[in-house]
């Protein structure tokens, strides 16, 4: 399947992310750091100073205008932020419709990250415990740089967890792309 990747810059846009996640019970997974998510510290997390919230949609979504494809037909949404030098970080949500495309979604997203955010490397942190996260980050190229004591807050058990640090360059994706 093919995708159809935007960043999403309105509000209201970035808004309707929040209340589909929390309808369809993926805030505390999505924000697993944060203990009662709220549309206050999502807006905070996804402000356009903070990075890119780009929204995934199948090709035959609208594209009549960049940044006004219908929130309706979003399938999943990244958050690019930037770290440090040409290094960003990613965070990536699923809908649960699509949970089953989450692999070419994301790789699909790194691509867009790649050809248009100037980066030469993504980095994520992932809770150890968190096996969706593990699962996608190795179908997606990320190579492990090492494992974090105690660096990842879990608010819904209310303890801190070992953090594995991720990176994907390039040449990661693409290597999993052709294997």
């Known amino acids: 399947m093919r995708f159809f990747y935007a960043v999403m810059q309105a509000q209201p846009d ?3 992310v929040f209340h589909r996640m929390q309808a369809e019970g993926l805030t505390a997974c ?5 203990p009662s998510p709220r549309l206050e510290q ?26 006004t494809a219908d929130p309706a037909q979003l399938l999943a949404c990244a958050m690019f932020s930037p770290r440090r030098g040409r290094v960003w970080e ?21 691509a867009w990250a790649f050809k248009n955010l100037n980066c030469s490397a993504v980095m994520g942190l ?13 179908q997606c190229g990320f190579r492990v740089l090492g494992r974090l004591p105690q660096a990842c807050l879990h608010a819904r058990k209310k303890t ?6 991720v990176l994907c360059t390039p040449q990661d994706l693409a290597a999993v792309e052709t294997s």
């Open 160 to 165: 801190w967890v070992d953090g594995v640090l």
């Open 30 to 34: 999505a924000m697993s750091s944060v």
């Open 126 to 138: 992932c809770p150890a415990p968190n096996r969706h996260a593990w699962r996608l980050a190795e």
């Open 42 to 67: 999502w807006r905070h997390i996804t402000a356009t100073e903070q990075g890119v919230l780009l929204g995934c949609y199948t090709a035959d979504a609208d594209q009549s205008s960049p940044g």
């Open 14 to 16: 970035r808004d309707a």
């Open 90 to 110: 990613f965070d990536f949500t699923t809908f649960r419709h699509a949970a089953a495309l989450a692999v070419p979604m994301a790789r699909g997203g790194l």
